[in-house]
């Protein structure tokens, strides 16, 4: 069975939502073509195309694809720009449509939960309901909550529900950091979301979080941002200096394997190599649909690699994000 861990999902209800109470929190919806762009605070996300609400187009694809199935996930920019009141409003209609659309199409849809994480006590009600009562597979949360890392006192009770519930988390870039430097040549997305993704997950190992919370399942998007080319660097931090040591019990790369990482790698040498460091069985397939920086064939690069054994292509293409899942 194909999987595809990493497929965006946003509800017509949702952009509605957006556009009738955005505007006191500095977030709209434009229209100034055929598909909607969700706007927040002067930054577009989108556009929001029909592959995105409707399922048909999107079965359409998958087959094309030869996917079997799709992990559906909100994306950028979240619900944390809200005040925490709209936030789990927007939360709650996002899961109950979601929950709706997996339902209709359970042999080919599955579902990762969004959390007003702007209020952390509604977050974790959220995400328990979503989990017990909705039936959705873990949830999807930002790089940073408004500008708090990951280890933010404030945010591990959160993290600490999502392990009692054994609701893997899915980490995807947001509010990259560095974000001025890199406006031109859309280098936010080039080189800030995997700079993003490296710190986020540098933060949950420096920060003690994946050693308090050792059943934590954490997967990283666009193939683990620059960790996995950084984590030498990393080891080297801790090694020469005492202020990165922390609580921290082993060297950064031990915790290399604690993350799972998507396929989006955008480049054949550097898959390869993410392989061959992490092992395929840390390895699930993504496409980011249905960006342009995403792949609309997410399989054929794994199944192109030479040589790579046919259980770990296997694992790759479906076996680990099953598993990660329990789907």
Request: some cysteine; glycine content about 10%; charged content about 25%.
């Given at each position: 069975m194909i999987i595809d861990l990493h497929a965006h999902y946003v509800p017509r209800s949702?952009?509605?939502?957006?556009?009738?109470?955005g505007a006191p929190h500095g977030a709209s919806l434009r229209r100034d073509g055929a598909d909607p762009t969700?706007?927040?605070?002067?930054?577009?996300?989108?556009?929001?195309?029909r592959h995105y609400y409707e399922t048909r187009p999107r079965l359409a694809d998958m087959d094309k694809a030869r996917v079997d199935m799709q992990v559906l996930?909100?994306?950028?920019?979240?619900?944390?720009?809200?005040?925490?009141?709209?936030?789990?409003?927007?939360?709650?209609?996002?899961?109950?449509?979601?929950?709706?659309?997996?339902a209709a199409r359970p042999d080919r849809l599955a579902g990762l939960a969004t959390v007003p994480l702007q209020d952390i006590p509604a977050a974790a009600q959220e995400l328990e309901r979503a989990v017990r009562?909705?039936?959705?597979?873990?949830?999807?949360?930002?790089?940073n909550i408004g500008g708090k890392d990951l280890d933010h006192p404030d945010l591990f009770p959160f993290l600490?529900?999502?392990?009692?519930?054994?609701?893997?988390?899915?980490?995807?870039?947001?509010?990259?950091?560095?974000?001025?430097?890199?406006?031109?040549?859309?280098l936010h997305n080039g080189l800030g979301n995997?700079?993003?993704?490296?710190?986020?997950?540098?933060?949950?190992?420096?920060?003690?979080?994946?050693?308090?919370?050792?059943?934590?399942?954490?997967?990283?998007?666009?193939?683990?941002?620059?960790?996995?080319?950084?984590?030498?660097?990393?080891?080297?931090?801790?090694?020469?200096?005492?202020?990165?040591?922390?609580?921290?019990?082993?060297?950064?790369?031990?915790?290399?394997?604690?993350?799972t990482y998507d396929t989006i790698a955008h480049s054949e040498q550097a898959l390869r190599y993410l392989i061959s460091v992490m092992g395929a069985d840390r390895v699930a397939l993504g496409s980011d649909?249905?960006?342009?920086?995403?792949l609309l064939d997410p399989a054929g690069p794994v199944r192109a690699l030479r040589p790579l054994a046919r259980a770990d292509r296997d694992a790759i293409l479906g076996g680990v994000a099953a598993k990660l899942l329990k789907l």
């Open positions: 949702f952009l509605e939502a957006i556009e009738k109470h969700i706007v927040v605070g002067g930054r577009p996300y989108g556009p929001i195309t996930s909100l994306n950028p920019p979240m619900v944390y720009w809200a005040d925490a009141e709209l936030g789990i409003r927007l939360a709650r209609l996002y899961n109950d449509e979601l929950a709706a659309t997996v009562e909705l039936g959705l597979k873990g949830v999807y949360i930002g790089s600490a529900k999502a392990e009692a519930l054994r609701a893997p988390v899915f980490l995807h870039p947001i509010d990259v950091l560095g974000v001025e430097r890199l406006r031109s040549y859309y995997p700079y993003e993704t490296a710190l986020a997950a540098a933060r949950l190992i420096f920060g003690g979080v994946l050693d308090r919370l050792p059943r934590l399942q954490v997967c990283l998007a666009h193939a683990g941002g620059a960790l996995p080319y950084l984590f030498g660097r990393l080891d080297r931090v801790y090694r020469v200096r005492k202020e990165a040591r922390g609580t921290l019990r082993r060297a950064p790369s031990a915790y290399l394997r604690r993350f649909y249905r960006f342009d920086m995403g």
